[in-house]
């Protein structure tokens, strides 16, 4: 079994019900989610929103390879009603819902299709890999990052594991160091308590619940 650490995050709609089904999907279709962090409140990193992320790392164990979870990721995010096409629309930015009943159990009925997706679902981008691709940062009903897959070092085109960015964002090192801190990136030779401690980004992260 291979640890996988991930980050969970979101800024719009209910944005605490699409972290817990998230949760649920991941502990489902990749693997028993074992650890989790406190919830926390975040700035937008990149760009300016009204609406403040919700942030949480998770531990999953799980059997698959990374170009799998990669794609099941991708699945999840669209049944969770992530369209990345829509993000770079003001008008889908400015439009904050509220996830209601039939919202809800839409997700709860929906599974996770058994093909193998599009072409862009294949590619596996990361957030950051995809951001730039657009020029921008976007605000998202939820986004669910590979942070870490074990010790392996991924640098492929279209895959890098670690997270090339992880060590410059406070959002996603705080909730780390939460449950992991002294876990030792294989880039850097550093522990996750390290590079917190040396990370200069200054956006605001507060912890607003305690694992769930």
Same mark, same amino acid.
Not at 5 to 11: A, I, S
Not at 66 to 72: A, G, K, L
Not at 107 to 129: L, Q, V
Not at 163 to 170: F, Q
């Given at each position: ?24 999907? !991941?502990?489902?279709? *990749?693997?028993? =989610? ?6 926390? /409140?975040?700035? &937008?990193?990149?760009? #300016? ?22 794609? !099941?990721?991708?699945? *999840?995010?669209? =049944? ?6 829509? /993000?770079?629309? &003001?008008?889908?930015? #400015? ?37 730039? /691709? ?79």
């Amino acid at each position: 079994m291979i640890r996988v650490f991930m980050l969970l995050g979101g800024n719009l709609g209910n944005r605490s019900f699409y972290l817990k089904t998230a949760r649920e999907k !991941i502990d489902l279709l *990749i693997g028993n =989610v074992v650890k989790v962090s406190s919830v926390y /409140e975040t700035e &937008p990193w990149g760009f #300016s929103h009204n609406n403040p992320f919700l942030n949480q790392a998770i531990v999953s164990e799980t059997r698959l390879e990374p170009v799998e979870i990669i794609q !099941i990721i991708s699945r *999840i995010e669209k =049944v969770l009603g992530r369209d990345r096409e829509r /993000e770079s629309d &003001p008008s889908w930015q #400015s439009g904050i819902g509220r996830a209601g009943e039939s919202e809800s159990s839409r997700i709860r009925e929906s599974g996770i299709g058994n093909n193998e997706g599009t072409e862009d679902d294949r590619a596996g981008r990361s957030e950051a890999d995809r951001s730039e /691709e657009n020029s921008t940062y976007s605000a998202r009903k939820i986004d669910i990052d590979i942070l870490f897959y074990g010790d392996l070092i991924i640098n492929l085109e279209d895959l890098i594991i670690p997270h090339p960015r992880l060590h410059e964002r406070r959002f996603v090192l705080e909730p780390l160091a939460e449950i992991a801190p002294g876990l030792v990136h294989p880039v850097f030779n550093k522990t996750i308590r390290e590079l917190y401690e040396e990370c200069n980004d200054n956006l605001m992260v507060k912890k607003i619940e305690e694992p769930l």
